[in-house]
């Protein structure tokens, strides 16, 4: 695998501002257009910074700031902000979506500027090659709005929040309901556009096989800056069904295909859920996109072009587990236990199915190695609003002790995790 040295050296930071914001500025890309960036002393800085950050937590007085954040409208901008943090030693944190669960992409433990990549988020659907060019500003919500507003009989495999960014979703695997029709959306990447860190231009041929598969779920922020994806499109009947059905805990559930072959399936297979007709809800697959993400089914699809979230941003701390062996039921209700503490805001465990597609895709095939032999990911979460110290710890004392007490239930030597979170 071929790994690019990436990121600066702490040495003498502060002095090398001035002299990368000059580099910016005269380099040859800002002669042609004018590259835009944001330093502390720009009244618009604060909600530059802030219109990204998803997770509250990190939005507080005493996180790291960025000394500048640098908004390229081309590639060229992106090759020129890469030269100079490489030349005056200043480290670089990229953002696509900015949902990173740690604000890997915001915050950094050393003097470092932010490459946002927000404004560099066009969607070129080719329904005819079943195919779509990405670039790597651009949401999951706005990969769903090209390709739902051009057919109904193509779908694309990706998470379920419309404005997770397709810069680290990608980077890291990125799944969502069809998991295990389709696999995560990595699955599907089949060319990419990079600069390295010495501000070189990459498509999948001049990079090599080699760092064309590390970038598909090895993380992002890691081998360089992706500026686009190319990827193959799925197809899908023209109508999928839908259900959710409430019981002590809440089950969704997408099916591609029609209500009629679905209900005799979940009958047998899980009749303890009770499903019938009236609960299943034939849609196309884009607007199933809208019922998971929280929409009404008729909403204009326009709204997955959003990048302000449907729910209001709140401080969250998360980690994952993958599970190979059955879980007992006296585990399960330690967990009820934990989850039921009063002093805990909102907490919540998502298990996600494994298996189908997903366990025929060799774990080399890319760099996402939980493919036969897991059952299901188990997502822990927990949300809270009451600012301060004390609350921030309590809930992440409360999530690492919760950590604690599944590892003789989950998977061991190693304990595995899902790195498209960080
Ligand atoms: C509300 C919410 C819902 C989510 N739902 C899902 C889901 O359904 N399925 C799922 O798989 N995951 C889900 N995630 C996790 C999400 O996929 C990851 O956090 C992902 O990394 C976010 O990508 P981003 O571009 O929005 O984040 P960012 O914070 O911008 O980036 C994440 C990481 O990737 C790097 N990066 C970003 N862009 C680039 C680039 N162009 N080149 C190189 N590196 C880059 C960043 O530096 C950072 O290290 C969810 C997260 C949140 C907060």
Redesign the pocket.
């Known amino acids: 695998m071929l790994a690019v040295p990436w990121s600066g050296s702490d040495a003498s930071p502060a002095a090398n501002h001035d002299n990368f914001l000059h580099c910016l500025s005269t380099s040859p890309a800002a002669n042609v257009s004018k590259i835009v960036f944001y330093t502390p002393a720009n009244p618009s800085y604060p909600s530059v910074l802030q219109f ?1 950050i ?2 509250l937590r990190f939005n507080t007085s005493a996180a790291p700031k960025p000394i500048v954040i640098v908004t390229p409208q081309t590639t060229s901008h992106i090759q020129a902000a890469i030269s100079c943090s490489h030349k005056h030693r200043l480290h670089l ?9 740690e ?4 915050v950094a433990s050393r003097p470092f500027f932010i490459l946002d ?1 927000i404004n560099l988020s066009s969607v070129k659907v080719d329904v005819a090659a079943r195919t779509a060019w990405i670039q ?2 651009g949401t999951i919500g706005e990969l769903y709005y090209q390709i739902g507003t051009q057919t109904t009989t193509l779908a694309f495999p ?4 419309p ?7 990608f ?6 309901l069809s998991l295990r029709k389709f696999g995560l959306a990595a699955d599907h990447i089949v060319d990419a556009h990079l600069v390295d860190v010495k501000g070189k231009v990459h498509n999948r041929a001049s990079m090599g096989e080699d760092l064309f598969w590390a970038i598909r779920g090895g ?4 081998f ?4 686009a994806w190319k990827v193959n499109l799925l197809p899908v009947p023209e109508n999928v069904t839908v259900f959710t059905v409430t019981k002590t805990i809440q089950q969704n559930s997408l099916y591609l295909g029609q209500a009629q072959s679905l209900l005799p399936l979940l009958q047998r297979d899980f009749p303890e859920l009770g499903v019938e007709r009236e609960d299943l809800i034939e849609l196309t697959w884009i607007r199933s996109i809208l019922y998971f993400a929280g929409y009404p089914t008729d909403s204009p699809l326009e709204v997955l072009r959003s990048q302000v ?1 449907l729910t209001r941003k709140r401080n969250f701390k998360a980690k994952s587990d993958y599970v190979t062996e059955p879980m007992s039921e006296r585990a399960l209700e330690g967990i009820w236990r934990r989850i039921l503490r009063p002093d805990i805001e909102d907490p919540e465990l998502i298990f996600s199915p494994y298996g189908g597609r997903m366990s025929e895709i060799p774990e080399s095939s890319i760099p996402f190695p939980h493919r036969a032999g897991t059952r299901y990911k188990i997502q822990h979460l927990v949300y809270w609003e009451r600012e301060g110290r004390e609350a921030t710890d309590r809930h992440v004392d409360w999530i690492r002790e919760l950590y604690g007490y599944l590892a003789p239930h989950v998977s061991k030597n190693p304990r595995l995790a ?1 790195s ?3």
């Open positions: 990204s998803h997770n944190r990229v953002r696509g979506g900015g949902h990173d669960y604000g890997l992409s915001y990549l790597a500003g990706a998470g379920v929040c404005t997770v960014g397709v810069g680290g979703h980077s890291g695997g990125g799944y969502g993380g992002g922020n890691t360089g800056v992706v500026t979230p899902y498209g979170f960080y």
